[in-house]
């Protein structure tokens, strides 16, 4: 799993609190991405980073923020969780040039 | 990226050839086909792709048709641990994300 960690594994939150997922990955993989999965719609795309510092969006990324401090690390933040941000989030990394991408295994997040 | 049709679902006796089928009609040239895997809740895994030669792995094998709309992976001899979402996706190679789809959801019967 390229050595992918993702925490917390489990979570619950009320509404209206600031959330983090972290993502730490071991093999020196530029690129690492969040997704987010829910019944009925398979994984989309929040946010993805293409180095350090260097962030952009994805298909779902309203109510999310990222940050890219050192390669290894990539924070997903809800600012403030809603009912609606209840999912399962994977976080993934990509070597630079190819696309062949690994996942974490996955933090439960539920919104109360 | 280029839009794919998946069955949502398919049966496989164990032992047996699995055959995922995948349409890609709007695939363009520098497009990629990529297939995962995701077991019950675990996060997706890798399994094989190729632009337009068959490919082979030690997992699967990827066919794609000459005109590259439609491919299909294969799965040898299918087990009880292959039962899972299969998730076909075509794609740019460098491009930023992998649109998922909904996948096709095998089962693999003892």
């Known amino acids: 799993d390229a050595g992918i960690t993702q925490s917390p594994r489990h979570k619950v939150t009320e509404t209206g609190t600031p959330v983090t997922l972290r993502c730490h990955q071991t093999?020196?993989?530029?690129?690492m991405y969040w997704y987010r999965q829910d019944p009925g719609h398979g994984l989309r795309l929040i946010h993805y980073?293409?180095?350090?510092?260097?962030?952009d969006k994805g298909e779902v990324s309203d109510g999310y923020s990222v940050s890219r401090s050192k390669t290894e690390d990539f924070l997903l933040t809800l600012e403030s969780a809603t009912s609606s941000q209840t999912s399962v989030y994977f976080c993934?990394?990509?070597?630079?040039?190819?696309?062949?991408?690994?996942f974490g295994q996955g933090t439960r997040l539920t919104v109360v | 990226d280029a839009k794919t049709t998946q069955p949502p679902s398919m049966d496989c006796a164990e032992g047996r050839a699995a055959n995922l089928p995948c349409n890609h009609s709007?695939?363009?040239?520098?497009?990629?086909v990529y297939w995962y895997r995701q077991i019950h809740s675990q996060g997706p895994q890798y399994i094989i792709h190729?632009?337009?030669n068959n490919e082979t792995n030690e997992m699967a094998s990827l066919i794609i048709t000459e005109d590259r709309k439609s491919s299909t992976l294969i799965l040898p001899h299918a087990t009880l641990r292959d039962t899972a979402v299969y998730y076909c996706?075509?794609?740019?190679?460098?491009?930023?994300?992998?649109?998922f789809g909904t996948g096709t959801r095998l089962t693999v019967i003892p």
């Open positions: 190729g632009l337009k």
């Open positions: 993934a990394t990509s070597p630079q040039g190819t696309t062949e991408a690994f």
């Open positions: 996706i075509v794609r740019v190679t460098g491009a930023n994300n992998l649109f």
């Open positions: 980073s293409y180095g350090v510092k260097d962030t």
């Open positions: 093999e020196n993989h530029r690129y």
């Open positions: 709007t695939i363009s040239g520098n497009e990629y």
